[in-house]
């Protein structure tokens, strides 16, 4: 066994995540999903994981830089039917990294209900 603790991946803090989740988006119309991190962080992606909530579509995945983490899903990808399911995967300058919302914490995803709006 290797018991050289050096080589390992040090343990580096947790950023402050701030996400404020949607609760109702339009069908057909795109989305913008941003996640901020605390300055202090060792942040450098940031990874959006989503799919329609019908468990059998597969994830998508948007990176960007952990600077700025915004991301915009296609309206095309909004589809009436599901509701949108997603989280956020921070990857750090160790090559480790964090999820958003925290799985130990709770849900390991947002849930954001799709409903097709009135025309107006």
Do not use: C
């Amino acid at each position: 066994a290797d018991t050289d603790l050096r080589r390992w991946p040090r343990t580096l803090p947790a950023p402050v995540f701030q996400h404020n989740a949607p609760k109702l988006i339009a069908a057909g119309k795109p989305i913008t999903l941003a996640l901020q991190l605390g300055l202090a962080s060792h942040a450098t992606q940031v990874r959006l994981h989503y799919r329609a909530l019908n468990q059998l579509t597969a994830w998508k995945t948007m990176e960007a830089p952990a600077a700025r983490a915004v991301f915009t899903i296609p309206g095309e990808e909004i589809d009436a039917r599901w509701d949108l399911q997603y989280y956020f995967e921070v990857l750090n300058t160790e090559g480790t990294g964090w999820f958003w919302p925290d799985p130990r914490r709770g849900t390991p995803y947002h849930v954001v209900t799709v409903e097709v709006m009135p025309v107006q």
